[in-house]
């Protein structure tokens, strides 16, 4: 865990390259060694580069030595710095321990000629490595997520909590004396070091400063700089808008599995820091992505994540209220740096965990809360959540077209939107309670007002917070991917996947619409029989439909092969990652339904294509905003007319608000 796994080095080296600029033949060594470098974003070897560093500056000095000796008499190929490298990516990568990697320099220093600067131990290459400042903490949490063993109850051996022992039991036993495998662990990253050493390289330190100097400024959006939401921050902080170092950062959060085995339950959570000071074309790169903490499974943490979050909120919040003394090397001088988290970018369910409230249920959408339009379906044994009408402008046709919709005229207004500082009077109350044996969650006061909150969020700490235009971000991803789903597998009847089946019916036939749909015994075995809908395909136009995929060819790496995700057997679409279903969505949908479909059906899905297309963009036209809105809400409404009710997930609803959060926090891509 030394930020060296060749698919992770980039979180912990945060760009902080080390060559030297007048050597054309260093930067092809280090081109062969698979090491990424940007050209100009070196390190001033000079005594003002490394006196602002944050580790000890005489240690830092002897790493540039170290970076600048061959790996014995005559080699040209490596030097003592970059074999390291080289060899803690492997390390990583192979999962070898530490006792293999010092027998392996053992023999690797007696093989090579005498005199060579390879490292006798493990030991050794970690002290040479440690000037890097690479440090992480590991701190013992408990197995129910109750607390963490630092501050006050770092000197305990069992939680206060619900009991359970701080270490893993060795024969039903714990030897108080000699402490053995912590029950779990978690993994924290300082940010501080390293957002100090970001402005040691005099071109990082100057992309840093890209919002303020460079960006152009002509009415849209392109960069999160352009945003209501970032000048929100400039207009009630001038002090810390007055320098334009002061990183703007957000934080995601996501469970993976690091055993790559798809039917392993294990979970893990890594926590990643993006900078938004960045231009666009580096903001988002792989190697301006900081990890922070790292969560060990195999369970999640779930709304118990504020546990973990803890030192991570700490640190941000010395970031903001008081800075820390950092060194400039583009200007050669101090500074005082601080930061602002802007928001958090998650999954749905991840967003419940970091807000909050409820993501599923009557009350799953975080911006109508208890006015969410709902409904239970009996048969389903579903909740869905219809009734977009709501959002049309009064005097629209569709308000008045009972029979299309739920047999009902709608003259009801949009949900009120609540503010960050409503939601922080009314979470205010709740008293948090962490850990898996705690059954209530919270206490309140007013528990009427709190159905849909179920913690206040640590987020709050931070004085600002509450004053955010958007706190947690919707990802659009994982949206789209879910409405894709819905649509190619209601189109196709994939089974488990289709919203329109025979318990579909049954809802329609309980709610009293479209009686046409509802499902007809017959024949002498009493087999039921589904009428066709206006979105069903026949066998024909089913395997049209798949032979249209099947034929298309994109280039290299612009998704993965769509032909081979096809399948003309069954009629299934298997295997489509999340990038995958956005190429389908945007790009290869349209064309394949245009020739399968009833004209109404095929426009309100295509609609909802140019819906996500123009989402997505990279520059967004701040005047087109309010169109785009209210497209989107007819579209709902023409599918609401077409589909049954089963089709309309959280997923689909959540669209509805994708628009305004463009408005307030600038393009997709950068979230």
């Not at 490595?129 to 701190?139: F, Q, R």
């Not at 988290?341 to 975080?366: E, M, Q, S």
Request: aromatic share 12%; glycine share 4%.
């Amino acid at each position: 865990m030394h930020g060296f796994d060749v698919k992770y080095d980039n979180w912990f080296w945060h760009g902080e390259e080390i060559r030297k600029s007048s050597s054309p033949q260093r930067e092809n060594h280090f081109q062969q060694q698979n090491i990424e470098f940007d050209n100009g974003n070196e390190l001033e070897m000079v005594n003002d580069a490394y006196k602002g560093c944050c580790g000890d500056p005489k240690a830092f000095k002897e790493l540039l030595e170290q970076a600048e000796k061959p790996l014995y008499l005559g080699c040209t190929k490596f030097t003592k710095l970059s074999f390291l490298v080289k060899l803690f990516n492997v390390k990583g990568r192979f999962g070898w321990s530490d006792s293999s990697v010092s027998a392996l320099l053992s023999v690797l220093a007696d093989a090579f000629p005498k005199n060579n600067e390879i490292p006798t131990s493990m030991y050794e290459a970690k002290k040479t490595m440690s000037a890097l400042g690479l440090e992480y903490v590991k701190i013992h949490a408990c197995p129910n997520d109750c607390i963490l063993y630092r501050k006050e109850y770092e000197g305990l051996l069992e939680c206060p909590t619900c009991g359970l022992c701080r270490w893993k039991k060795k024969d039903g036993t714990v030897d108080q004396y000699r402490k053995g495998v912590p029950a779990k662990t978690l993994w924290y990253f300082p940010p501080i070091p390293r957002f100090k050493r970001m402005f040691q390289s005099s071109e990082t330190a100057r992309d840093l400063t890209w919002h303020a100097n460079e960006r152009m400024v002509d009415g849209k959006l392109r960069h999160p700089a352009d945003s209501p939401s970032w000048k929100l921050v400039d207009e009630k902080w001038p002090i810390f808008a007055s320098d334009p170092r002061n990183l703007r950062l957000a934080l995601s959060a996501d469970g993976i599995n690091p055993h790559s085995s798809l039917s392993s339950t294990y979970s893990c959570w890594p926590i990643i820091l993006i900078t938004y000071n960045l231009p666009p074309w580096l903001c988002m790169k792989r190697k301006f992505m900081m990890l922070s903490l790292l969560i060990s499974g195999p369970q999640q943490p779930g709304l118990d994540i504020d546990v973990y979050l803890q030192p991570l909120i700490e640190d941000l919040q010395t970031l903001w209220d008081v800075g820390v003394e950092a060194y400039d090397a583009y200007k050669n001088e101090y500074f005082n740096l601080r930061a602002v988290l802007l928001w958090t970018i998650n999954d749905f369910p991840a967003y419940g965990n970091l807000a909050g409230c409820t993501v599923k249920g009557y009350y799953a959408c975080p911006y109508c809360g208890v006015e969410t339009p709902k409904c239970r379906l009996k048969h389903s044994g579903k909740n869905v959540y219809i009734g977009h009408r709501l959002w049309l402008p009064h005097g629209h046709k569709f308000r008045f077209q009972a029979k299309a919709f739920d047999n009902s005229v709608c003259d009801e207004t949009p949900p009120k939107l609540l503010n960050g500082e409503e939601i922080f009077q009314l979470v205010d109350s709740i008293d948090n309670r962490w850990g898996k044996s705690n059954s209530k969650k919270r206490k309140s006061a007013n528990n009427d007002d709190l159905v849909w909150w179920k913690k206040k969020s640590i987020f709050y700490n931070l004085e600002y917070w509450k004053h955010l235009l958007v706190r947690h971000q919707l990802d659009v991803m994982h949206i789209e991917k879910n409405v894709c789903k819905n649509i190619y597998g209601t189109l196709l009847h994939i089974p488990e996947k289709s919203k329109d089946g025979l318990k579909s019916r049954m809802d329609l036939l309980e709610m009293k619409i479209r009686p046409t749909l509802a499902p007809q015994v017959k024949g002498n075995n009493n087999r039921t029989w589904l009428p066709p809908a206006c979105h069903t395909l026949t066998k024909e136009e089913k395997v049209r439909f798949c032979a249209a995929l099947k034929s298309i060819k994109v280039p290299t790496r612009y998704s993965s092969n769509i032909r081979n995700l096809v399948s003309k057997k069954d009629f299934k679409l298997q295997g489509l990652k999340s990038h995958d279903c956005r190429v389908l969505m945007q790009q290869l949908l349209p064309i394949v339904v245009r020739c399968v479909l009833p004209k109404h059906v095929k426009e309100a899905i295509i609609r909802f294509c140019f819906f996500f297309n123009s989402l997505c963009g990279t520059v967004i036209d701040v005047t087109m905003l309010d169109e785009l809105e209210k497209n989107i809400v007819e579209t709902l409404c023409l599918l609401e007319k077409c589909f049954p009710p089963s089709f309309f997930d959280i997923m689909v609803h959540l669209t509805i608000h994708l628009v305004s959060e463009v408005r307030q926090c600038g393009p997709v891509y950068f979230r």
